[in-house]
């Protein structure tokens, strides 16, 4: 008789059965086994906020699994993450198990551990727990008001701003902060000043630098010198004097390392030093948390990742200063271990920091056994803790003043005096990454007061001030986290979102801000000021964090908010179209007319030269348009966004010829997305098309090459033979996006994969993850056509040439027979292919006078269609159906939406 153990992933229960033993089942949940359902009513405002649950196939799937061990088991141990999204993976797991009456009989434990230790999990058994119900309230509330932001706002976009795709409670604000800043970033205007520096000797002949401080007896300020006439009046002054040492100021100052990780701190240190975007790293330090092989022993290097605190175990602290006594000396070693306190507005995660499990394992010793992503990411977490309870390094800085009348130069250098914890660890920040570290020592050479000095050469050299930068993923995390907005767990996937909506692209790791983005955050801040304001965005968050520690009743703050929201909504149910066009015209309008060099008005028409341009919206989003329609019919793109964050100007670009048939190439946007065409439609001929492809994500519409789109469009490509099966295997891409095919099996691709260069090993493992889904039974005895069972997204099925029919519940996929599989077929086989059927209701008309004979074929109809009548649940089929009518004239923007 066992105990079962359930954990999120399956990486964590292999390193945790290791620990356990045989007498423990440990099981995975694969993260969340449900969620609210993406449809109206999922949460009732006017029932108390009641919410309704829902589990997709894998997470009934694992929920069974879950299920038959605990038959027979005295106990259920809940080991998931130690932070709210695990408390809730744990109600979850519990409740849908006991709507399995799964529980009768068994005592059900919640353990949580910072560290996947044998120590840890022992400790964590030791001292098991309830499940939390105030973490399980915020988690509730938060997932509430996500879900109604987005089902109620979301849709008032769609009505009010065509071409928008969703609106989020976080991510909304965090675009914000990103369009604001790009905004700062145009209304900027350079100003010019000028510095001088000259180049002196000591009497001992050694050089240095110094610069112009001020000038006849006057202070000079950043902008005194803003011409070049000034600055050579300087410079002359400069040349003119003879210079001496005035004083020199000597001091010694400390600089104190920095605390252990958190999570935010950690992804700005990865993106500057490693140049991993946050849902990399976190994606590595999940790997690093789990577990890695480490000589046949799977081992947790890194405690916990989702953490906004500071503070270590005290065992951890002892072990990291013992290890910096013998590898670095007593020198090394401070007094009295190092205590930390977060800054972060709103932190109150009562986690520790992010630390190596054992110090011990230094990176050296551990990184045979990692990747190279793992061991970098490792050795960055492993010294920022370690250098944490180290020394202060100290600097002696030395500032000389050297003086010839009224003129005055002043010259600093500084010179690390005692290295400390810069020994192991410099932190990097956006203006001076690694490698480029301001603790770089800048010596001056030993000089006394009245000492004469020898002016060698004078520099006047031109500067132009800055505007503020675009946000990088760790500019972003910083800045919302001392706004307060957003929580540890939840930074990565904000950025993410961000970057999937097409409402920013990146351009040299920084955020720019598409126009959809900015059409989207004028919008909300035009009608919905309040909800994408910082300051309110914070109080919430702060309201969330008194639910979680059981201070607030999580209805009181759901009242509070949706009273307020669900009026400001409301009163846009009367808005007009003009009112948004105005609203949006008057916020970007100096972005889509900027001035012109000639002064002259960039919003006339340049077709028929009296209109006014302005913001238009239509079916598939914004444009521009002539204030004079429909007698001027001129209109203008905005920048058109790509699937994969480029940009496309005017909608299309030229390539080239195609070298066999000399027709041009050119990749394009329609309604769907990009695409590359080969040729023009043949006006003789409205039934021929051109050659198109659709462009996959990763690949920009602004840098995709002539070789490139050549490739798309000769696909399919073939790739080689299957090593197992000798069938012939090709790539292309499809409705879905790109795939390889193996006969009738389709696997799609991951988005790193390239389609123009996948190779045999790669295309082998995607068919393999596919085939797995699939089981092959032999050959039809009538028609001899392949027979297969295969997991669909209603359940499994068999499919038999053309046909298909649903297994019977209770009949599993290995379970089922070749004979029992053909007699179903025969019973209730449906034709697999839906445009077909669809077609077949018009002959309808002459069923009336059919024979006898030909009433099999109306049975065989039926099943075709009730087909369609299954989806009005979700009140789908019509939809699709306009769906698929409407890019009939247009293919390759079916294909480029299927494709994002």
């Known amino acids: 008789m066992t105990d079962v153990v359930v954990v999120e992933s399956p990486a964590k229960a292999k390193t945790i059965n290791k620990y356990l033993g045989d007498k423990f089942t440990v099981l995975a949940s694969f993260g969340h086994v449900r ?8 949460v009732r405002p006017e029932e108390g906020f009641a919410m309704d649950w829902a589990a997709d196939e894998r997470g009934n799937r694992q929920i069974t699994a879950i299920a038959k061990a605990l038959k027979g088991a005295d106990r259920l141990w809940l080991a998931t993450d130690p932070d709210r999204e695990g408390e809730a993976i744990s109600w979850h797991v ?93 209304a900027f205007r350079a100003r010019e000043y000028w510095t001088v520096e000259a180049h002196f000797t000591t009497p001992a002949g050694a050089p240095f630098t110094a610069r112009l401080t001020a000038l006849d007896g006057k202070k000079l300020e950043q902008f005194d010198l803003n011409n070049a006439a000034k600055a050579e009046a300087a410079k002359q002054a400069v040349e003119a ?84 006594a013998e590898a670095y000396g007593r020198d090394y070693l401070p007094g009295a271990p190092r205590e930390y306190s977060t800054k972060a507005k709103n932190a109150q995660e009562a986690h520790e920091a992010i630390r190596p499990t054992d110090v011990a394992r230094t990176p050296a010793e551990v990184a045979r056994y990692l990747n190279d992503e793992q061991r970098r990411v490792y050795e960055l977490i492993w010294k920022r803790a370690v250098a944490s309870q180290m020394q202060s390094a100290e600097l002696d800085q030395v500032a000389v003043d050297i003086a010839s009348g009224g003129t005055h130069m002043r010259a600093n250098g500084s010179i690390v005096a005692f290295d400390g914890f810069l020994k192991l660890y410099r932190e990097a920040t956006d203006e001076a990454p690694e490698g480029d570290s301001r603790d770089e020592s800048r010596m001056l050479p030993p000089m006394n007061e009245r000492d004469p000095l020898r002016r060698d050469k004078v520099n006047a050299e031109q500067h132009f001030t800055q505007p503020p930068p675009r946000f990088s993923e760790a500019s972003l995390v910083k800045r919302m986290e001392e706004l307060g907005i957003g929580r540890p767990s939840t930074y990565a996937s904000i950025l993410s979102v961000l970057r999937d909506r097409n409402y920013v692209r990146m351009e040299n790791r920084r955020f720019v801000p598409e126009d959809r983005g900015r059409l989207v955050t004028a919008f909300l801040t035009s009608f919905f000021q309040r909800y994408v304001d910082t300051g309110f965005t914070a109080g919430l968050e702060e309201q969330l964090d008194d639910v979680s520690d059981g201070r607030l009743d999580w209805r009181k703050v759901m009242e509070m908010f949706w009273h307020d929201f669900s009026n400001a909504v409301e009163q846009t149910r009367e808005l007009k179209i003009s009112d948004v066009i105005d609203a949006l015209d008057q916020d970007l309008g100096e972005h889509f007319f900027p001035a012109k060099e000639d002064g002259t008005d960039p919003r006339v028409c340049p077709a028929c030269h009296t209109g006014r341009l302005g913001l238009k919206l239509g079916r598939h989003g914004s ?49 769907y997305g990009l695409y590359v065409q080969q040729g023009a439609p043949d006006p003789a001929d409205k039934k021929a098309r051109p050659r198109r492809t659709s462009l996959p994500k990763g690949m920009e519409g602004d840098t995709i090459t002539l070789d490139q789109a050549l490739g798309l469009l000769s696909l399919p490509r073939e790739i080689g033979a299957h090593p197992t099966t000798g069938e012939r295997m090709e790539a292309g891409i499809g409705r879905f996006g790109p795939y390889v095919k193996m006969g009738s099996i ?17 295309a082998v493992d995607a068919l393999q993850k596919k085939l797995e889904s699939i089981r092959s039974m032999g050959a039809h005895p009538t028609t001899g056509e392949p027979v297969m069972v295969k997991k669909g997204r209603f359940g499994p099925y068999v499919q038999g040439g053309n046909m298909v029919a649903n297994l019977p519940r209770g009949v599993t996929m290995e379970e089922i027979t070749l004979e029992q599989a053909v007699t179903l077929l025969a019973e209730k086989g449906k034709p697999l292919k839906a445009k077909p059927g669809a077609k077949k209701p018009a002959a309808r008309k002459a069923a009336p006078k059919a024979t006898a004979e030909a009433k099999p074929a109306a049975v065989k109809k039926a099943p075709v269609k009730k087909a369609p009548a299954k989806k009005p649940a979700a009140k789908k089929p019509t939809a699709k159906k306009a769906t698929v009518k409407k890019p009939a004239a247009a293919k390759p923007a079916v294909q480029v939406r299927k494709a994002s």
């Open 35 to 42: 969620d609210l359902p993406p449809k109206d009513g999922s």
């Open 94 to 186: 519990r409740a849908m198990l006991e709507e399995k009456n799964a529980l009768k009989g068994v005592d059900v434990q919640r353990i949580t551990f910072n560290e996947i230790t044998k120590t840890a999990i022992q400790t964590a058994m030791a001292h098991p727990r309830d499940l939390d119900t105030p973490l399980i309230e915020a988690y509730m509330a938060r997932r509430a008001l996500d879900y109604l932001v987005g089902f109620t706002l979301s849709p008032v976009l769609w009505r009010k701003l065509p071409g928008s795709r969703s609106a989020g409670r976080v991510q909304s604000v965090a675009l914000r902060l990103v369009c604001e800043r790009e905004a700062e970033i145009e």
């Open 241 to 324: 004097g003879q210079f001496s040492v005035a004083s020199v100021e000597r001091r010694r100052v400390k600089r104190h390392p920095q605390p252990p990780f958190t999570t935010s701190s950690f992804q700005m240190d990865a993106s500057r030093k490693l140049g991993l975007g946050a849902q990399a790293a976190m994606r590595v330090a999940q790997q690093l948390y789990e577990g890695v092989d480490i000589g046949g022993d799977t081992v947790g290097l890194i405690s916990y990742m989702r953490t906004d605190g500071v503070q270590m175990a005290k065992e951890a602290i002892s072990a990291i200063r013992d290890h910096v």
């Open 623 to 671: 444009f521009i348009g002539c204030a004079n329609y429909p007698t001027c019919q001129y209109t203008r793109r905005l920048a058109v966004e790509g699937e994969d964050g480029g940009t496309l100007k005017e909608g299309m670009r030229e390539l080239g010829h195609h070298p066999d048939t000399g027709e041009d190439v050119t990749v394009r946007r329609g309604p």
């Open 746 to 762: 389709f696997a799609s691709l991951d988005k790193d994969d390239d389609v123009l260069s996948i190779g045999l090993n790669r």
